[in-house]
C-alpha cells in the first residue's frame, strides 16, 4: 500500500507544479488568458481530434484483431505482424513520412488520420490478448441460439473483452493530448503545440501552465469517462477453461476484399513512411552517415530505453495491485493518480522536475537519473494498462489457497500470481521502452549537456529541412523499435491462459 501510494505522489509532482504556477496569476489575467478566441479554437482543435482520433483507433484495432483472433484470415499470424509493425514507426517520424509526401494532411482529417496509424496499434494489441484469453464457449452457445456472427460479436464478445478496449482506448487519449512532433509537422495546432509555442517563443511560464492545467482537464475526463464504462464486475474466473479452439467465422466469398483491405491498410501505416525515408537515404543531399554522432545516439537511446522500461514496469506493479486486489476509493484514486502526468506535454513534466530539482535536491539536476525519473512518470500509464488488464484475470482465490497451505503473502505473489501476470509485465515494458526510445520534447530539457538520443538528433536535423542528415536517425529509431514490437506481439498472441501451467 505504501509503495503504490508513494509512486502516485511522485507521479502527481507534475501537476502540483502546474497548480503552483498558475496560481501565480491573478484571477484577471487568468481570466483574459483563458477567454480568448485563441483558447476557444485551441480546445475545439483538441476535443474533435481526441474524439476522432479515438474513435478512428478503437474500430481500426478492435476490427483488425477480429478478423486476426476470430475469423479464417489466410496468413493470419503474418497480418499480425504486419498490424503490431507501425509501433516501431514513431508518430513524428510517420509525420514527416506523410508530410513529405502530399501536404494534403496537413489539415484535420490528415492529422486523424496520422495519429490514428500510428497508435492504434495501443488499442490493437490488448484486444487481441482479451479474444485469445476469452472462452469460446460463451460464443458457440450464442451461435447454437442462432445468433450470428456479428451479432455475437457485439452482445457477447465486446463486452466480455471491453477492459482491454477500454484501456487501449485511454491510452490513445492520453497520446494525443500530449503528442506535439507529429502535430506540429502536420500544422494542425492544440493545446499541447500552443504550450511549446508559449515556452520556445515567449518563455511565459504561467500561460503556459495555465493552458497545461486545461490539459489535465481533459485527462480527468478521459478517467472518469473510462472508469464509468469499464464498471466494477470481476472478470476473473477459477481455472483455464476448457482447451477447446475458438470457433473462427468463415469470410467465405468477401475473403479476397478484406485480403485487398488488409494490403492498402499496410501500404498507409507502413508503405508511406518507409518509401519517404528511403528516399531520404538514396536522394537527400546530406545523407552521409555521421557514425560517431550516430552510434553515440543509439547506445543512449538504448540504454535510457531499457532502465526507463524497467523501472516504470516495477513502479506499475503495486499500483495495479492495489486497483485489482483492494478494490475501493483509495485504491482507485492511488491508480488514477498515475494518468494526469501523461497527459501534460513532456516539456511541462520536464521543466516541473527542472524546478523541483533546483529547489530541493540541485545536485540530481542535470543528471541521468532525473532525466529517467521524467520518463517513468510520464510513461507509467502504459506499463500500469498492461500489468492491470493481465492481473485482472489472475484469480485472488488462488493467493487465499495458496496461503492457506503454509505460503507467506509475499511467497504466494512471487510463485503463484507473478507468473500469471509475466505477460503483462512484459508487454509494459515494451510498450515503455518504445515510448522512452522515442520521446523528445522532455529529453531536449532534461538531458544532461552533451548527452543526445536518437529523436533529439533526428530531431535538430529534420528541423532544419536537413531530411537527409535525418534519416539515418529516423532509420535506426524504427530498428531499435522493432525488438520491443516483436515482443508485444509475440506476449499478444501467447495471452491464452491455458498455455499457462
Known amino acids: 500500500m505504501l509503495v503504490g501510494v508513494l509512486v502516485a505522489a511522485t507521479s502527481l509532482l507534475p501537476l502540483g507544479f502546474v497548480v503552483v504556477e498558475t496560481l501565480k496569476l491573478g484571477g484577471q489575467e487568468a481570466h483574459d488568458l483563458l477567454f480568448r478566441q485563441r483558447v476557444a479554437d485551441l480546445l475545439w482543435n483538441t476535443t474533435r481530434l481526441l474524439v476522432g482520433g479515438v474513435a478512428l483507433s478503437v474500430v481500426i484495432g478492435v476490427l483488425c484483431a477480429w478478423l486476426v483472433v476470430r475469423t479464417d484470415l489466410p496468413w493470419a499470424g503474418l497480418w499480425h505482424g504486419v498490424l503490431c509493425a507501425p509501433l516501431a514507426v514513431p508518430a513524428f517520424v510517420n509525420g514527416y513520412g506523410w508530410v513529405s509526401t502530399t501536404h494534403a494532411v496537413q489539415s484535420y482529417p490528415g492529422a486523424v488520420l ?7 496499434p495501443l488499442v490493437y494489441l490488448p484486444t487481441v490478448a482479451a479474444l485469445r484469453r476469452l472462452d469460446s464457449a460463451v460464443e458457440d452457445v450464442a451461435a447454437s441460439l442462432g445468433t450470428g456472427a456479428w451479432s455475437s460479436f457485439g452482445r457477447v464478445v465486446l463486452p466480455a473483452i471491453s477492459p482491454a478496449v477500454l484501456g487501449g482506448a485511454l491510452l490513445v487519449g492520453l497520446h494525443l493530448l500530449g503528442e506535439y512532433g507529429a502535430l506540429q509537422l502536420l500544422n494542425y495546432p492544440t493545446l499541447t503545440t500552443a504550450i511549446l509555442d508559449q515556452y520556445r517563443i515567449a518563455f511565459n511560464g504561467p500561460a503556459a501552465t495555465l493552458l497545461a492545467l486545461v490539459l489535465v482537464a481533459f485527462c480527468l475526463v478521459l478517467l472518469a469517462l473510462e472508469l464509468l464504462a469499464r464498471g466494477h464486475r470481476r472478470r476473473s474466473r477459477l481455472g483455464s477453461g476448457v482447451a477447446v479452439t475458438a470457433t473462427r467465422h468463415r469470410l467465405g466469398r468477401t475473403t479476397p476484399l478484406w485480403l485487398a483491405g488488409l494490403a492498402g491498410f499496410a501500404a498507409l501505416t ?8 528511403a528516399r531520404w537515404l538514396l536522394h537527400g543531399s546530406s545523407s552521409s552517415l555521421p557514425r560517431g554522432d550516430l552510434a553515440g545516439a543509439l547506445g543512449t537511446t538504448l ?6 522500461g524497467l523501472l516504470a514496469t516495477a513502479a506499475a506493479l503495486p499500483v495495479a495491485w492495489l486497483a485489482v486486489r483492494y478494490r475501493g476509493v483509495l485504491a482507485t484514486l492511488v491508480e488514477r493518480a498515475v494518468y494526469p502526468a501523461n497527459a501534460l506535454p513532456g516539456i511541462v513534466v520536464a521543466l516541473a522536475l527542472v524546478t523541483i530539482s533546483i529547489r530541493v ?3 540530481v539536476y542535470q543528471t541521468l537519473p532525473l532525466l529517467v525519473l521524467g520518463y517513468v512518470i510520464l510513461f507509467l500509464p502504459r506499463a500500469v494498462v498492461g500489468v492491470r ?4 484475470l489472475a484469480p485472488p482465490v488462488l493467493d487465499e489457497v495458496a496461503t492457506s497451505l503454509g505460503c507467506t503473502r509475499t511467497g504466494a505473489a512471487r510463485r503463484v500470481t507473478l507468473p500469471l501476470v509475466l ?3 512484459g508487454a509494459g515494458l515494451a510498450l515503455v521502452a518504445l515510448a522512452v526510445g522515442t520521446e523528445l520534447t522532455a529529453t531536449l530539457l532534461l538531458a544532461p549537456i552533451g548527452t543526445s538520443t536518437l529523436a533529439t538528433e533526428f530531431w535538430s536535423r529534420a528541423s532544419q529541412v536537413a531530411y537527409g542528415a535525418a534519416a539515418p536517425y529516423a532509420l535506426c529509431l524504427i530498428l531499435i523499435s522493432v525488438p520491443a514490437t516483436w515482443l508485444l506481439g509475440r506476449a499478444a498472441l501467447r495471452s491464452d491462459p491455458r498455455r499457462l501451467g
Open 114 to 120: 496520422v495519429v490514428s496509424l500510428s497508435y492504434y
Open 270 to 277: 507502413l508503405g508511406v513512411p518507409l518509401t519517404s525515408l
Open 303 to 308: 540504454g535510457l530505453a531499457v532502465a526507463g
Open 361 to 363: 535536491v540541485p545536485s
Open 389 to 392: 488488464s493481465t492481473l485482472e
Open 423 to 425: 505477460p503483462g509485465l
